[in-house]
């Protein structure tokens, strides 16, 4: 909910998903909750319905995930982290891939100088081959990194149930669809973005300033 330019950053992420078509969603949330709730209400404003699911205990983006599924309705559906934004065309394109080629898993994958600080997406042509949480720096033989945004079938919820806790503790989403890969065969299309292709993480501070500081980033969001 920080704001830049007027309007919070979840905003723009809303923005770009509304632009690709979606108009149902699901906010999962959890601490300083209210402050989403009560900007966005029932998503009237914006001609879309907003359900609100609270994540009381931080357990990972597979278990928020968890919690929306029994509020999926359709086969697939769209995912992404709320500190992450990218041009509005990358979720149009993504919606557009499934559509035409009929991909129960799609990932969106970034270029980075090394992706030790997300996780390294390795395919062979345009499918996922491994997906390696938090590489060593200097340690990756791939420039792509998790970007944060999928499309998934909910078939998903059955290997998420049964997975395993990550080092931290978790039930992460990029370690069930590497369970998906390599035990269930599952074909994961990576989306790969380009090398300079505009992508955020607001997740460092840094960034943040960045953003706050210049609005010609604005300009990147609709090309």
């Not at 001609?47 to 990972?60: A, D, H, R, T």
């Not at 992450?84 to 499934?98: S, T």
């Not at 009929?102 to 990932?107: A, G, M, Q, S, T």
Request: charged share 25%; aromatic share 14%; hydrophobic share 40%.
């Amino acid at each position: 909910m920080l704001e830049l330019h007027g309007k919070p950053f979840l905003e723009y992420i809303l923005d770009g998903l509304i632009f690709a078509g979606f108009r149902e969603f699901i906010f999962v949330v959890g601490y300083r909750k209210e402050q989403i709730t009560s900007y966005f209400q029932s998503g009237k404003n914006w001609n879309i319905n907003i359900k609100y699911l609270e994540q009381e205990k931080l357990n990972g983006t597979g278990g928020a995930l968890l919690l929306c599924q029994s509020s999926i309705i359709n086969d697939h559906f769209f995912l992404t982290w709320g500190d992450i934004l990218v041009p509005y065309k990358i979720y149009k394109d993504v919606v557009e891939i499934h559509q035409k080629e009929k991909y129960d898993y799609i990932l969106v994958a970034n270029y980075t100088e090394d992706p030790y600080l997300g996780a390294a997406i390795y395919s062979d042509g345009n499918i996922c081959t491994n997906i390696i949480e938090k590489p060593p720096l200097g340690t990756s033989k791939t420039n792509f990194n998790n970007c944060g945004v999928f499309i998934f079938s909910k078939n998903i919820f059955n290997v998420l149930r049964n997975l395993s806790l990550s080092e931290r503790g978790e039930t992460e989403v990029p370690k069930a669809l590497l369970k998906g890969i390599k035990e269930h065969n599952w074909k994961v299309r990576v989306v790969k973005m380009g090398k300079n292709q505009f992508r955020v993480d607001l997740g460092v501070k840094q960034i943040y300033e960045q953003l706050r500081d210049d609005s010609s980033w604005l300009h990147f969001l609709k090309i």
